[in-house]
């Protein structure tokens, strides 16, 4: 499996979790200062004028003030974008990779972990005061989902899913992750392919929709998961 490629999506900075929940981020100044644009929600508009964050912010309206997500406004612009995904049996399994695997404030270690080491354990980190939440999953919650989506009839192929939004950030740890998943994985038998460096809001579209999703750490798949459940 060719892992050579650059994992970078091509959209820099793009945050969808983020912008969706966070109207300080919306609004506030641009994190990209090179483009010269005023709010992230301009750069945004101006530099993904069809993405799913441009939808979403042209419909919120009345809401923008408001933190979290509101899912009716998401459906409309997941139903307006131009994606279409077929979908099958396969089990989808996201992976957060890029920047997350040079992070070396992990709260059970304190230093920055090698591949096969978040490989194992994951990375746990501290985002409020008194909450940690997994930026990257540990093999155990791979391990015990793929086991959940057999048992409901899932084929045995896997499909790898993730991007690296900030280019040149963390490719070389994520190719060295991504190597390691695929051997475990061909180990227990699966067929594994990969979808990675793909474009974000298909992406999330796709695993909005497949049968058999296995999420990783970080807020793109707690975004996932809580759309999926409000299709529900």
Not at 87 to 110: E, S
Request: aromatic letters at 12%; one cysteine or more; charged letters at 20%.
């Amino acid at each position: 499996m060719d892992l050579s490629a650059n994992f970078f999506t091509g959209w820099d900075h793009y945050r969808l979790a983020d912008m969706l929940r966070l109207p300080n981020l919306r609004y506030g100044k641009s994190l990209v200062q090179s483009n010269n644009f005023n709010t992230e929600a301009e750069r945004y508009l101006n530099l993904f004028p069809n993405s799913i964050v441009s939808l979403y912010l042209q419909n919120l309206g009345y809401f923008s003030s408001k933190p979290g997500v509101h899912f009716p406004i998401l459906h409309q612009a997941v139903v307006k974008h131009h994606f279409k995904p077929k979908t099958n049996n396969d089990i989808f399994l996201h992976l957060r990779i890029g920047d997350v695997c040079l992070a070396d404030n992990d709260v059970r270690f304190n230093r920055k972990l090698s591949p096969k080491e978040l490989a194992i354990h994951g990375l746990l980190l501290q985002y409020g005061q008194n909450d940690t939440k997994y930026y990257m999953q540990p093999w155990k919650h791979y391990a015990l989902h793929l086991n959940r989506c057999i048992k409901l009839g899932a084929s045995r192929r896997v499909v790898l899913v993730g991007g690296i939004h900030r280019e040149g950030k963390g490719q070389n740890e994520s190719i060295q992750l991504i190597q390691l998943y695929i051997k475990q994985l061909t180990k227990l038998g699966y067929t594994v392919l990969h979808k990675i460096g793909g474009n974000p809001d298909e992406d999330f579209i796709l695993l909005s929709s497949v049968p058999f999703f296995i999420p990783g750490g970080g807020g793109y798949a707690q975004l996932i998961e809580d759309y999926r459940n409000f299709r529900k």
